[in-house]
């Protein structure tokens, strides 16, 4: 089982009356989050159907357990779960096919769109294929937030 570290102070919102809204860094942290927010925030992003046989909130951390047929819906598990408020880790035990490369994650930390993102990665990546790599959790080039966690594009 991999463990994936989030910002806890920073993510959605995933319940109470500023659902859907971003947590701001500056502050105070959320509680943590229940399973029922977790879980509507895979039905949100079109997760709920996926190969996921195992969801468990112990305090801040998401335990998920399933399986994925591409390196993108694995990383989209583990992201969705982690970028909700409150989440402090996500560890993941998701079956993939051989060869599938490893997460590589980034947390954003002042960038104010994924073209910004793009231009400070020392890899030769762009706006367009770092908001390809992930939609549907990112829905434009503007739509990142300070505290977000991003997947890198890799080759599955």
């Known amino acids: 089982m991999k463990i994936y570290r989030f910002n806890p102070k920073a993510g959605r919102i995933a319940e109470g009356s500023f659902e859907g809204l971003i947590q ?4 105070p942290p959320p509680p943590k989050p229940g399973e029922s927010a977790i879980k509507r925030a895979f039905k949100k992003f079109g997760l709920a159907q996926m ?9 801040r951390t998401i335990y998920l357990r399933g399986k994925a047929e591409s390196a993108k819906a694995r990383d989209q598990m583990i992201l969705t779960a982690g970028n909700v408020a409150g989440v402090a880790a996500v560890e993941a035990e998701i079956q993939v096919p051989p060869g599938t490369p490893d997460p590589k ?3 954003i930390k002042t ?10 990665l020392p890899e030769d990546i762009s706006g367009d ?3 390809d790599a992930n939609q549907p959790l990112v ?3 503007d739509d990142i937030y300070p505290g977000q966690t ?4 890799t080759e599955n």
Do not use: C, G, Y
């Not at 701001?24 to 502050?27: F, G, I, Q, R, T």
């Open 111 to 120: 960038s104010q769109n994924l073209d910004e993102v793009a231009e400070k």
């Open 129 to 131: 294929e770092l908001l």
């Open 51 to 59: 190969h996921m046989s195992h969801l468990v909130i112990d305090d």
């Open 150 to 153: 991003i997947r890198l594009p």
């Open 24 to 27: 701001s860094l500056d502050a």
């Open 105 to 107: 994650f980034l947390e």
């Open 139 to 141: 829905t434009s080039k």
